[in-house]
């Protein structure tokens, strides 16, 4: 049974779900500009064994817009997940983040060491230099008409229906097979302040001189024909980390838990349960 309700909190008020029992895993989103919808549809398997729980960071979907200064910083998005575990009596948890939320997850893992017990990052750039493989693959995957209409949106003031047109358009560079786009939750799609000013606070980021610094176990997920977050650029992340895997998800590009689901859900249950028996977490409740 999954559980909804929105977490009252100092800087902002989250919407979060909850499913299922035991060891706990926070999911964050990917975005910014989307919510917990595109994933945790998605995320069934793992709540037949977890304490599973989404939730819509700051500014989309259901929780509320935040206030005061520079609001939608990177630092807020890691204080939200700290905020978030407390509020929910969490001690320690796993943390899962794919796309931007991997970003976030990193960021936490630098800052929070202490409340983390495992870390998977799925799809997740550790550098800005992502955005180069993107645009090196967009001229090879799209075809013209495509190319077209993506060039005319450089003069159209942002908005839903052109953030969300263009990840129709992008849909060869983030999926095996751009038909699996109509399993996400386009709906959801929401361009908003937070949107642009995400990024702006990320500018030129490059966390690949401190993954060394992160010594709790890693998962690092991959999807071999993602053209965002390459495999090769999975691969140097998962080399940098100390305690990391690396799992290629072989028929996925960068939404491998809608591509390869039910594969999806076995690895990540593998690693939380390998790198977890010795220590007696795993099926333990969840506070």
Do not use: N
Not at 47 to 58: M, N, P, T, V
């Amino acid at each position: 049974m999954t559980t909804a309700r929105t977490m009252i909190m100092v800087d902002v008020d989250l919407y979060c779900t909850e499913e299922g029992e035991g060891f706990p895993l926070i999911v964050h989103h990917g975005g910014p500009g989307l919510d917990q919808s595109v994933i945790s549809p998605h995320l069934g398997p793992l709540a037949k064994q977890l304490h599973l729980i989404s939730f819509d960071h700051r500014g989309s979907g259901r929780s509320a817009q935040p206030r005061g200064p520079d609001p939608y910083h990177i630092d807020h998005f890691v204080d939200d997940i700290a905020a978030l575990a407390r509020a929910l009596d969490l001690q320690r948890f796993a943390l899962l983040g794919h796309s931007f939320g991997g970003i976030v997850g990193l960021h936490f893992a630098l800052s929070h060491p202490d409340l983390l017990t495992h870390l998977i990052l799925v799809c997740a750039p550790t550098s800005h230099h992502y955005v180069e493989d993107v645009e090196a693959a967009i001229p090879d995957r799209l075809d013209d008409a495509a190319l077209s209409e993506l060039s005319s949106f450089q003069d159209s003031p942002p908005s839903d229906h052109i953030m969300r047109r263009s990840l129709e358009l992008l849909a060869p560079i983030y999926f095996r097979d751009p038909a699996s786009l109509q399993d996400l939750d386009l709906d959801s799609v929401r361009f908003g302040p937070q949107t642009q000013a995400v990024w702006d606070s990320l500018e030129g980021f490059d966390l690949r001189p401190r993954l060394g610094e992160i010594q709790v176990p890693t998962l690092v997920v991959a999807g071999a024909h993602d053209r965002s977050v390459t495999t090769e650029r999975a691969r140097e992340a998962a080399d940098a980390l100390p305690q990391a895997s690396l799992l290629v998800m072989k028929k996925s590009g960068h939404y491998p838990f809608v591509e390869e689901g039910a594969a999806f859900a076995s690895g990540v249950l593998d690693f939380l349960k390998a790198k977890s028996k010795r220590k007696g977490l795993f099926g333990r409740r969840s506070s």
